[in-house]
């Protein structure tokens, strides 16, 4: 037939990588699609998919043999696990060892050989690289007590001699790590780059110490939204999630004139603090109506809503009528009782206020012997429920 075409893109992070590869291959590298190029900028392409294929297999070949170095004394200390599993349940497992062969490892010992301890601290200097025969010797040397027989070492002894008659001379000895140690070099150099060119700014700020005592943030329940941070009391302020951007600013700084219905997290940066803070990035920007009523789909400030918390003539009847049908929980003076303030709320709100709520309510509403009728007209426009 006509055969098959394909079409082969190079971007140049490919480039930079074949170059780097094939360099130490003494290969040129072509990438030009001019017709006199062309034949050339396919022998470097297929060269270079050699070159990762042979890394590719050196790779699992160490591989393999870091996993049959270390089968050598993990089957050993499998088998003693086995023999000892009594010991384990009845909580008698020690390293106390006797007899020959197997029976003389330690349990405890044996147990900890699977265990592989992962290392998160990072080194202030890229650290040497570790020929990858060494690293194998090392691992016989650190369990030399759990290699119990002369064959075992003998297996340990040839697979030393075959890495060290296959290993490639230079740095590739150690390809195990060659992509980790790649990856810290750059960023070293980075790290050199960026403390050249900020070195003005870094000697201004390094004698000032940022504090992050309860920067943790802190969740908070949905239901909160429905509170109007304008209508809540001055000394709950410290309460509600929001408080009005126009009094944001850092210490020893002046706030900025933002309008009165733009509100910002204590979670970005709470008022409460103190020291220097370091600003957070703005993840989430929210639109958010505390109520659906018409003029009321915008946070307003307190002179709005002190004049929009007016009641109409139905409105007022409404409260009016609360007032009477709940005289079964009234005392002699006509004011509510707590069991009153509690069904007031529940047909305000359409739930039962928790004992806490009932009696901040009563405390901040409330008269000597309960709640009167202004007195419960104005909690119930207050923005508190």
């Avoid at 996993?67 to 050993?76: A, D, G």
């Avoid at 004698?207 to 943790?216: G, K, L």
């Avoid at 429905?226 to 002046?254: C, I, M, R, T």
Wanted: aromatic share 6%; charged share 30%.
């Amino acid at each position: 037939g006509a055969g098959q075409k394909i079409h082969l893109f190079i971007i140049p992070e490919v480039a930079d990588l074949m170059r780097r590869e094939l360099a130490t291959c003494g290969q040129e590298v072509v990438v030009s699609n001019t017709e006199q190029d062309r034949e050339k900028m396919l022998v470097s392409v297929v060269a270079w998919l050699v070159v990762n294929s042979m890394l590719s297999e050196q790779m699992q070949w160490s591989m393999l043999c870091l996993q049959n170095v270390s089968n050598i004394y993990r089957k050993n200390a499998f088998l003693k696990i086995l023999r000892g599993i009594e010991e384990f349940r009845s909580g008698t497992a020690n390293d106390s060892s006797s007899g020959e062969g197997i029976d003389r490892l330690p349990l405890r010992r044996s147990l900890a050989v699977f265990d592989e301890t992962i290392d998160f601290s990072l080194e202030a200097t890229v650290p040497d690289p570790i020929p990858f025969e060494k690293k194998l010797r090392d691992l016989l040397e650190e369990h030399h007590d759990f290699i119990v027989s002369e064959q075992q070492h003998e297996v340990g002894h040839k697979l030393l001699l075959e890495v060290e008659e296959l290993s490639i001379v230079g740095d590739s000895a150690s390809r195990l790590d060659t992509e980790q140690e790649r990856e810290q070099e750059q960023e070293q150099q980075k790290e050199i780059k960026t403390k050249r060119e900020q070195q003005v700014e870094v000697e201004k700020f390094v004698e000032r110490e940022y504090s992050r005592h309860q920067e943790r943030p802190q969740p908070w329940p949905l239901s909160m939204l429905a509170l109007d941070p304008s209508g809540v009391n001055a000394d709950q302020a410290d309460q509600h999630p929001f408080y009005p951007l126009k009094d944001f600013h850092l210490l020893n700084q002046e706030p900025l004139c933002f309008p009165n219905q733009l509100m910002v997290s204590r979670n970005y940066f709470n008022p409460d603090w103190s020291g220097l803070r370091r600003i957070k990035n703005v993840v989430v920007v929210m639109e958010w109506a505390p109520s659906t009523e018409e003029g009321r789909l915008q946070l307003l400030s307190a002179e709005e809503h002190s004049s929009n918390s007016k009641l109409t003539e139905a409105q007022e009847t409404a409260v009016q009528k609360m007032h009477t049908l709940l005289s079964v929980h009234m005392g002699e003076d006509g004011k509510l009782t707590s069991e009153g303030l509690v069904e007031a709320v529940r047909a305000a709100t359409d739930r039962k206020p928790a004992d806490e709520d009932v009696e901040a309510l009563m405390k901040e509403f409330g008269q000597a012997g309960g709640v009167p009728a202004d007195r419960l007209r104005k909690m119930l426009t207050s923005g508190r429920l």
